[in-house]
């Protein structure tokens, strides 16, 4: 009986790839999220850098993990800071923010997001970039004044969008934000700053 108790329990302490991994800091990373090869699930490989859990986009730019929502398979990363004085995200000199499409994560429809800085010829697009367009009440806090009086726009990243891409450049637009699930309501210092992703849950 014993040796089948201990049988067993070495038998479970021998599937670490079924367990969730320990805490990054504060934050719980729940399973299938993997913070190293011995727990979670590889394929869906996040960091725990310094206490600090942060995810890897393909462009090799890590970014902030702020929450995550495991029933929803949902987790929401942090947009990149925006150059007071130029206007340009942290993350231009990239391209933005791009997925790797091989992965099993994406950008979720529930993000607007804002870019500002853009040239003329993005007016074309099917962006909301009038006078009563978000982007200009985000100009008015701190974090947006580098963008004052640059052109900006709006757009709800939906289904009919790429799912694992936000792109900026020189000569289109040069920085963006993001907001989950925005509620024209709400004031612009409520919004929900952030770039939510989702998960295609395992098996
Ligand atoms: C742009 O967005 C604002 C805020 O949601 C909305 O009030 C306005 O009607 C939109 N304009 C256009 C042209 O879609
Ligand atoms: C906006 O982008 C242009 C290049 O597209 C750049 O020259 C300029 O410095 C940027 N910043 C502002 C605040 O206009
Ligand atoms: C993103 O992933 C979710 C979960 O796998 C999926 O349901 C959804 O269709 C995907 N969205 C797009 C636009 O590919």
Known sequence: MMFL???????L???PALDACPKCGNMLVPYPLSTSDNCGNPRYRIYCNNGALEFLSAQGLYYRILSINPSAYKLVIRPPLI?????YSSDLAVG??????NLPFNISVRNTVMLFNCSDNILLS?????????????EEIEEGS??????CCHFLKDASMTSHRIRV???????????VDIKPVDPV???????????????
Request: aromatic residues 12%; hydrophobic residues 30%; glycine residues 10%.
């Open 83 to 87: 150059g007071k004085d130029t206007c």
């Open 126 to 138: 099917p962006l909301n970039c009038s006078s009563t367009s978000y982007c200009r009440q985000y």
């Open 13 to 15: 302490s021998h599937v």
């Open 96 to 101: 933005g923010l791009r997925l790797d499409e």
């Open 189 to 203: 210092d409520k919004w929900n700053y952030g770039i939510e992703l989702q998960w295609m849950p395992p098996y």
């Open 169 to 179: 450049r020189v000569g289109g637009c040069t920085a963006y934000t993001s907001v």
């Open 146 to 151: 580098g963008c004052k009086g640059t052109l």
């Open 5 to 11: 108790v201990v049988f067993l329990l070495t038998l």
